[in-house]
């Protein structure tokens, strides 16, 4: 007999912020059919046990890349697995369920399916998420094969069962009937099908570990958060990303039912933070005012949440909206503004100028709103004058201290399928791509070039990206702990980068 | 699925012997084929192929200080057929017991009567990832 229909499981590697969101709306949906399961998040615990290690950083080098850690990493981390391994089976589920966020999250999956299988060869596991429905195979050595990723860890017996893209439909049934192969629903949730989805049970995770590690607003504040989504897909389509590639449609919940759900886990749970998981909290204008006025009605100023918000073009958000914003409770917005340039973000298609970005940097500023930039280096058009135009930007809001302001230098320009620039783009700018072994630190896809532009190399491209990363340190606009990450990661970069090419 | 090629070198007989995985004998006879599959479990895996009816004094023809003629055993290639990864480097886990009592090094090449074993992991692409292969 076993204790639960299934455990499900968040994996590493990702960034720590709310409390994941996938095995909490899965619990969710299976307390509506009666199925009994319950919820663990691996990523956090993971992190936290080796956050104080001297090789941190090579171990998260190794979840994020695939490539080799000193032996002592290997040893605490194989050992570590095994443990998580032993816990799973120990719970006595009928099936264990991995979640994966990004395809970040494929190391670790395969190292906890091929322990749990060897210790328990007919443990029935079952994989979903986005980190598995992109079936990308680029990133592992064994792409020869042509076969997608999840048809590799089926063929192998890793695991019994895959979900590919929305999992709500027919996880019921693989688990009610115990069904195995690769299950694709086909089509992306509608808005009818979004609004009726129910509220994330958070209930199981171990909320100590978020209160004492998860900077939700990455400022000194530490809570415990929900994720919350609110709309799938994003109303841009930027040249560089590739949700549009998995989540084609915008659809959004009604702007009632979005609070309605945080609502009822702050009443039911006690939670007050939430992280949004949308791609642009304000994607839909008029579902994102629905929600800070049904907020700031029926709980004003008592929850705080937080997502990743765009600048719209002048007019189209009012000085009204933001402080409704704030009475709603959002404390603190992640906007991708990705370069100071004009001419670079125009090309990326993000449809907002400098002006448009002054007057959200000062309105939100005005309400008390903190707010995080992303900004990316080495954009395929960008020249050493429009990467001095993104120094100047962060020089010129210098009156605006952090935590108020952060900076985020996210890295340098992947250009990977599923993004209007690989798909579309790649003949007409004359991308192509070095032949870089996959397993190099670092995306296959950085290793691009264009004759175009042709001082914007890797090595330039990592080169500037060092240059910013110090340059808003030095102005106080990040963490020490995201510095040295940030930094040992460029670092790497290069290492490997040389090293491959000496080969 | 994973598929053993070998060379076989034949002397007026076939070399003779056996392919066992996880103590399960799946092959006992004389080697009459070059590929030979196998289905390992997830996680650890001992392979096994023996050589047994080697008579070395009939068997090896030496001429010049160079075999001319043999009976053995070559493990040419290990290879996943869901993956399509080959196995390289085979000596880094694997030992050749001789029926007198030698450890050798013979990457792949069984030629004397003994037991060559080879411990993988299974999937490759997890194998891959030991350290035994970075260090």
């Known amino acids: 007999m076993t204790s639960y229909h299934a455990v499900f499981v968040y994996t590493p590697y990702s960034k720590i912020d709310a409390m994941p969101l996938a095995p909490a709306l899965l619990k969710a949906i299976c307390n ?26 090579d171990l998260v080098s190794y979840l994020m890349h695939f490539v080799g850690m000193p032996t002592e990493a290997y040893d ?37 399916c091929y322990t749990i299988k060897k210790l328990k060869p007919n443990q029935k596991i079952i994989i979903g998420g986005s980190g598995i429905s992109k079936d990308d195979n680029t990133r592992v050595p064994f792409k020869k094969s042509n076969k997608y990723m999840s048809d590799i860890m089926l063929e192998t017996g890793m695991c019994n069962a895959i979900i590919i893209n929305e999992g709500e439909n027919v996880l019921i049934d693989i688990l009610k009937n115990n069904k195995t192969g690769k299950f694709n629903a086909g089509k ?16 199981d995770y171990k909320t100590d570990l978020y209160k004492d590690n998860s900077k939700i607003f990455h400022l ?103 402080h409704l914003m704030a009475e709603a409770g959002c404390k603190h917005v992640i906007v991708g503004i990705e370069s100071g340039s004009e001419a670079v973000r125009n090309h990326m298609k993000k449809k907002f100028t400098n002006e448009d970005i002054d007057i959200m940097i000062q309105s939100l500023h005005k309400v008390g709103i903190t707010q995080e930039w992303n900004l990316m280096v080495g954009y395929l058009t960008e ?56 397993e190099a630190v670092g995306l296959k896809w950085d290793f691009w070039f264009t004759k175009q532009n042709p001082e914007n190399t890797f090595e330039n491209r990592v080169s500037w990206w060092n240059e910013l990363i110090d340059f808003c340190y030095a102005h106080d606009y990040m963490t020490e702990y995201r510095y040295n990450t940030k930094k040992h990661l460029a670092k790497r970069c290069i290492e490997e980068y040389k090293k491959i090419l000496q080969k | ?38 289905k390992p479990n997830v996680g650890s895996n001992i392979l096994q192929i023996t050589l047994d009816n080697k008579i070395e004094k009939e068997d090896t023809v030496i001429e010049n200080n160079k075999i001319i003629k043999d009976v053995c055993v070559v493990l040419k290639e290990v290879k996943c057929m869901i993956t399509k990864e080959i196995l390289t480097n085979l000596d880094v886990s694997s030992s050749y017991a001789t029926d007198k009592g030698e450890q050798l ?31």
Not at chain 1, 88 to 98: P, Q, V
Not at chain 1, 188 to 203: G, R, V
Not at chain 1, 280 to 301: E, V
Request: with cysteine; proline share 4%; glycine share 4%.
């Open chain 1, 188 to 203: 992306q949730l509608t808005h009818e099908e979004l609004n009726q989805l129910p509220t994330p049970s958070y209930i």
């Open chain 1, 383 to 438: 020249t050493r004058k429009d990467f001095e135009e993104t120094m100047e930007l962060v020089k010129r809001y210098k009156d605006i201290k952090f935590p108020n302001m952060i900076v985020n230098p996210t890295g340098i320009l992947h250009i990977f399928p599923g993004s209007p620039l690989f798909d579309t783009h790649l003949r007409q700018l004359d991308i192509e791509f070095e032949n870089i072994p996959a």
């Open chain 1, 220 to 322: 000194t504040e530490q809570a415990v958060a929900a994720t919350i989504t609110g709309s799938k897909g994003c109303v841009r389509r930027c040249t560089f990303c590739d949700v549009y590639s998995f989540e084609p449609k915008f659809v959004f919940k009604d702007g009632e039912r979005i609070a309605d759900e945080m609502i009822e886990i702050y009443e039911t749970q006690g939670i007050t933070h939430f992280m949004m998981s949308d791609s642009l909290i304000n994607g839909s204008m008029k579902a994102f005012r629905q929600m800070n006025t049904a907020l700031a009605k029926r709980l004003p100023r008592t929850i705080n949440y937080y997502g990743e918000y765009i600048a719209r073009p002048k007019g189209q958000t009012t000085d009204e909206d933001y």
């Open chain 2, 1 to 38: 699925m994973i598929q053993l090629t070998f060379d076989i070198i034949e002397n007026n007989k076939l070399p003779r012997g056996k392919i066992i995985l996880n103590d399960n004998v799946l092959h006992n006879n004389f080697y009459d084929f070059t590929t030979f599959d196998i």
């Open chain 2, 105 to 135: 090094k013979t990457y792949g090449y069984l030629s004397y009567n003994g037991t060559y074993t080879f411990n993988f992991d299974y999937p490759f692409f997890i194998f891959q990832k030991n350290k035994l292969f970075y260090q």
């Open chain 1, 76 to 112: 605490w981390y194989w050992n570590w697995v095994e443990e998580k391994a032993k816990e799973l089976i120990n719970l006595n589920c009928n099936w264990i369920g991995f979640s994966l966020l990004s395809y970040q999250s494929l190391c670790f999956t395969h190292d906890i």
């Open chain 1, 32 to 57: 509506q059919h009666g199925l009994k399961t319950t919820t663990l998040d691996y990523n956090i615990e993971l992190q936290i046990d080796y956050k104080d290690k001297p090789w941190a950083g």
